[in-house]
């Protein structure tokens, strides 16, 4: 018996996909992921810089609120609620006011009344007063340094605001003070000084290079007065800027009010001008340091 062996057939119908059509839909494919892929790493990078800029705001505003709460407390007791054992004489009556170096210098030493604010410049402030409420005067200094730790500030930035809180020294004039700096500020750029140069101020240069290799001082310049605007400002009670250095133990300095003052500090001002880290801070995107800005009124309300 012959046998006919019948091969199996193919219909056009049961092709598979050419290599051509294959190379095209990888592609397609590959164009596609791709595309999503940029998006979710943008999207973590734009996370990464706003967490960033959280952080730095919540780090820099919990020392502007620390700043402002102890200048509310500055001249606090003042001479006028203290009787001290070292009154003199001011025109034949016991006075114990006003605890200033010109008038009263007894006064001015005397650990049971604070002195108020003592020395005011665009890189620093002393002042005195109870700041922790605990019945003890207390010599209170903000001082910005540069980034190699001087002062005043001379080479370059970011700098450091540094806080140091002593107990007053009985007998001590209020300049000679004790201090010892236990916290600080580090990352702040601006450090201007007015009439310093520049538009604002001539601030120090930022160390450092941006990814393409620019200065930092020539990028973050750029941002209005980043680096150029004062640390610290002083205003009187109607809104004028004052004339900074004010010293204590200068005649005729506006750092504390007598009742017939019309142009004494009554506000002191912090800006601070903050760079993120340069190591965990870094902008993924911009390939730079995001920068926040964060501003303290005090008022002196014991002033």
């Known amino acids: 018996m012959n046998m ?10 049961q092709a598979g996909f050419s290599l051509l059509e294959l190379v095209m839909v990888c592609a397609l494919m590959s164009i596609v992921l791709a595309s999503i892929f940029r998006t979710i790493n943008l999207a973590a990078q734009r996370s990464t810089s706003e967490q960033t800029k959280v952080d730095l705001t919540q780090e820099g505003r919990e020392f502007v609120d620390e700043f402002e709460r102890d200048l509310h407390q500055a001249g606090y007791p003042n001479c006028r609620m203290t009787a001290t054992p070292t009154e003199i004489l001011i025109a034949g009556v016991p006075s114990n006011c006003p605890a200033d170096y010109v008038t009263n210098p007894n006064v001015a030493a005397n650990s049971l009344v604070a002195a108020g604010l003592v020395y005011v410049s665009n890189t620093e402030v002393v002042f005195e007063g109870d700041v922790d409420g605990d019945g003890t005067v207390d010599t209170v200094r903000y001082q910005l340094v540069d980034s190699a730790g001087n002062f005043p500030p001379t080479t370059t930035c970011p ?9 007053k020294v009985n007998g001590t004039m209020p300049l000679a003070q004790p201090f010892n700096f236990s916290q600080e500020l580090q990352n702040v750029v601006n450090s201007g000084v007015p009439a310093g140069g520049a538009t604002y101020g001539g601030g120090l240069p930022i160390a450092g290079t941006t990814a393409w290799g620019g200065t930092n001082t020539a990028y973050y310049a750029a941002i209005t007065t980043f680096k150029d605007f004062p640390v ?3 205003y009187d009670q109607t809104g004028t800027l004052i004339t900074l250095p004010q010293d204590l133990s200068v005649a005729g300095n506006v750092l504390n009010c007598s009742p017939s003052s019309t142009n004494c500090i009554k506000t002191i001002r912090l800006t601070i001008d903050l760079l993120a880290n340069g190591v965990s801070g870094v902008d993924l995107k911009t390939k730079t340091r995001p920068v926040t800005t964060l501003v303290g009124d005090a008022r002196l309300v014991n002033n």
């Open 4 to 13: 006919k062996m019948i091969g199996p057939t193919s219909h056009r119908s």
């Open 159 to 167: 700098c450091t605001i540094k806080r140091s809180q002593k107990a």
């Open 232 to 234: 610290f400002q002083a």
